[in-house]
């Protein structure tokens, strides 16, 4: 059963902490994705990696990095957390088809 | 600018057919997908329709597809309360060499299903 594994499902951050979101595939694909899902605004894509340690902007980078340094992880970092990026996180990872992870609600206060 | 639209919002009985509608705008999707989302879960690839398709059947599922229109419809025979739940329809990016995870998603069909 093909799996993306976010590392939390809930999180709770103070304003100006570093933060650390992770995921992991076991599909071996190359390409791998961080969303981010609000009401009323639908899933935007944060950024993007094509192959280890590469990265690539998606609509709404500003305020995030990633890491690529093993092809079965991705991570993104929010490198000072703020209130506005109080949200729900979503990876992906894909070959033909997308398979996302089960999310991580992350509450910045 | 891409985007793509549907409706937010469908009510159906228990038993009935299901139609959730979706338009796009980049013409050169090379896949148009079909997630499902349930409450305080990810994603679920529910089905998605190569677009040199017109119709893609699955089950109790059934994906149209006029390219002329870029018009997406998902179709759920028999629907049962299990299927309420939010359905996004994703087109996938045109420029970036078939890298299907670069998705464009709606903003989401709440299905509401009742007894």
């Known amino acids: 059963d093909v799996k993306v594994t976010q590392s939390s499902r809930y999180l709770v951050k103070r304003t100006g902490e570093k933060v650390f979101l992770e995921c992991v595939q076991d599909m071996d694909h190359e390409n791998m994705f961080w969303y981010r899902q609000d009401p009323g605004l639908g899933l935007r894509l944060i950024y993007f990696s094509y192959d280890v340690k590469m990265k690539e902007k998606g609509d709404i980078p500003e305020g995030y990095s990633v890491s690529r340094e093993k092809k079965e992880r991705f991570s993104l970092i929010l490198e000072s957390a703020s209130t506005n990026q109080t949200s729900m996180y979503l990876c992906?990872?894909?070959?033909?088809?997308?398979?996302f992870g089960q999310g991580t609600r992350l509450t910045v206060v | 600018g891409e985007d793509v639209e549907q409706s937010l919002f469908l009510s159906v009985r228990e038993g009935d057919s299901s139609v959730i509608n979706c338009t796009y705008t980049d013409s050169s999707s090379t896949y148009l997908y079909w997630y499902k989302q349930e409450p305080g879960a990810g994603l679920q690839l529910l089905t998605y329709?190569?677009?040199?398709?017109d119709m893609k059947q699955d089950q109790r599922l059934t994906v149209l597809l006029n390219k002329k229109d870029k018009h997406l419809s998902l179709r759920i025979a028999d629907t049962q309360t299990g299927d309420s739940a939010i359905y996004f329809c994703?087109?996938?990016?045109?420029?970036?060499?078939?890298?299907?995870?670069?998705?464009?998603f709606g903003k989401g069909t709440k299905l509401s299903v009742k007894p």
């Open positions: 992906a990872s894909s070959g033909t088809e997308a398979f």
């Open positions: 994703a087109e996938s990016r045109g420029n970036y060499g078939g890298s299907q995870g670069n998705l464009i």
């Open positions: 329709i190569f677009s040199n398709m």
